[in-house]
């Protein structure tokens, strides 16, 4: 059983800055790629950044240069630094993991349970 949870989710005024934090847990072989999505009230679920075990990183343009994403690989952790925070920010924050639960195992998408971000104007 492997469980991704994340915590650091808060309502901010816009400018802000806030960091979320997933951690992975359960029977982890191995991690691949880790990854940040969200999905506003009525909008479909968007990536928002991702980073490899090797710390290769990829971000949406709307976030660029405002985001950061960066990884724990011996905490089987991902965070997601957000800095300059916009109302259109505002979703749900998803982690996702893309691991093998054990040896020689083929890889799993796993998904958090998501964390309330808020940026009031």
């Known amino acids: 059983q492997v469980q991704l949870v994340e915590s650091g989710g808060d309502l901010v005024q816009a400018g802000g800055s806030l960091r979320v934090s997933c951690a992975a847990s359960?029977?982890?072989?191995?991690?691949?790629?880790m990854g940040w999505y969200r999905q506003a009230p009525g909008k479909q679920r968007e990536l928002v950044a991702a980073?490899?075990?090797?710390?290769?990183?990829n971000y949406a343009d709307s976030v660029k240069g405002r985001f950061t994403i960066s990884r724990d690989n011996a905490k089987n952790t991902v965070y997601l630094q957000m800095n300059s925070l916009k109302p259109e920010d505002t979703a749900v924050y998803y982690c996702?993991?893309?691991?093998?639960?054990?040896?020689?195992?083929?890889?799993?998408?796993?998904w958090g349970q998501g964390t309330q971000v808020t940026v009031s104007s």
């Open positions: 996702k993991a893309t691991l093998a639960p054990t040896y020689r195992s083929r890889w799993y998408d796993y």
């Open positions: 359960g029977s982890i072989f191995s991690i691949n790629v």
């Open positions: 980073i490899t075990s090797g710390g290769s990183t």
